[in-house]
């Protein structure tokens, strides 16, 4: 083909067919035989039908299972059984699917996802404790706390939005549901309102609140600005400071 042109892809595969034709029709004298015999003889016999499905790159990779009974991969976060903490796994993923095998034998798998940042979870993998927070969103926990009084929902508003995930601020949100039981309505709106003027941010601070009786003691005055009573040149005012 050295001294030959085309002046197409097609009329190139058409003379490298050609030419590939006639090699392996060609006798080899080391083995009195072409290549299109040893083929026909000896590998066609041995060969098995293609799988139904396609290969697909994998990619492995040793991972551990966090206290929330999650792994990372690729930044986001995917359940395990939680029973396995501690324990060596592994991640087959591909680009459709993830998988986590522990010992060899398949724990978990799921559609891969792309949402950095987010999380995909099987509720079986929770302890029992955990599983009957996933039956709750935050706006049902905020529909429930306005229930119970303004100051209690503006509490559990503030727990889920300094939350880094408002997941993570549920359990003390429904711990506050189980105070109401035990103290009433009334007894934790007033304990929530006097844990948003001191700055808490806990369910324990709320629950503090309530066995020492202090929800039941009136808010502290707010502070008086300097703006009448004593007028003088020196006195400026809180405004000055703004």
């Known amino acids: 083909m050295r001294n030959e042109k085309f002046e197409s892809m097609g009329a190139l595969n058409a003379r490298l067919s050609e030419l590939t034709a006639d090699l392996n029709g060609r006798m080899m004298r080391a083995y009195k035989a072409s290549r299109r015999e040893l083929f026909e003889r000896l590998d066609r016999p041995a060969l098995a039908p293609l799988p ?26 995917y359940s395990a059984p939680y ?8 991640v087959r993923v591909t680009a459709s699917t993830v998988e986590i095998l522990h010992g060899g034998t398949r724990v978990a798998s799921y559609v891969r996802s792309y949402v950095h940042g987010g999380r995909t979870t ?3 993998h929770m302890p029992s404790t955990h599983r009957a927070h996933a039956e709750w969103t935050p706006s049902r926990i905020l529909s429930w706390a306005e229930k119970v009084g303004p100051k209690t929902r503006a509490f559990c508003e503030v727990i889920l939005r300094e939350r880094h995930h408002p997941e993570w601020g549920f359990r003390s949100c429904l711990g506050l549901f189980r105070l109401a039981k035990k103290y009433g ?9 006097r844990a948003l003027y001191a700055g808490a941010r806990s369910y324990r601070s709320v629950k503090t609140i309530l066995q020492h ?14 703006t009448g009573g004593v007028v003088h ?10």
């Open 52 to 77: 139904a499905q396609p290969f697909e790159l994998a990619m492995w990779r040793k991972v551990g299972l966090n206290i929330d009974y999650h792994v990372e991969f690729d930044h986001h976060l």
């Open 83 to 90: 029973t396995l903490l501690h324990e060596e796994l592994w």
């Open 122 to 124: 099987t509720i079986e």
């Open 185 to 193: 309505d009334a007894r934790v709106e007033a304990a929530c309102a």
């Open 213 to 226: 009786g202090l929800d039941a003691q009136p808010l502290p005055a707010p502070e008086k600005q300097a």
């Open 233 to 242: 040149g020196n006195v400026r005012g809180r405004g000055y400071y703004q």
